[in-house]
């Protein structure tokens, strides 16, 4: 059993920047590809960036250039960062843990985002 626990959200104004963290029970990262995903109200869950087992990195268009994923092995935690942050960002942000071979799968409990314009 994998738990994922995210920190770092919060309201932040149009053009701010903040940095969300995923703490994972355990050294999980040499199996698992890690995702942020997102929820607006209303709108469904879309993937917003993901850094697999290996290290390769991907972004969602609506992001790229303005988030950057990564991971401290050290602390078990990958991190998501972004700046010029926009009102459309504001949703429900979760982490999620794929493993890399297997098809189990863990979600965290989300951490909300408010951007205000």
């Known amino acids: 059993q994998v738990q994922l626990v995210e920190s770092g959200g919060g309201l932040v104004q149009s053009g701010g920047s903040l940095r969300l963290s995923c703490a994972a029970s355990?050294?999980?990262?040499?199996?698992?590809?890690i995702s942020w995903f997102r929820q607006a109200p209303g709108k469904q869950r879309e993937l917003v960036a993901t850094?697999?087992?290996?290290?390769?990195?991907t972004y969602a268009n609506s992001v790229k250039g303005r988030a950057t994923i990564s991971r401290d092995n050290a602390k078990n935690t990958v991190y998501l960062e972004m700046n010029s942050l926009k009102p459309e960002d504001t949703a429900v942000y979760y982490c999620?843990?794929?493993?890399?071979?297997?098809?189990?799968?863990?979600w965290g409990q989300g951490t909300q985002v408010t951007v205000s314009s």
């Open positions: 999620h843990a794929q493993h890399a071979v297997f098809s189990n799968y863990y």
């Open positions: 850094i697999t087992n290996g290290g390769t990195k």
């Open positions: 355990g050294n999980i990262f040499s199996r698992y590809t």
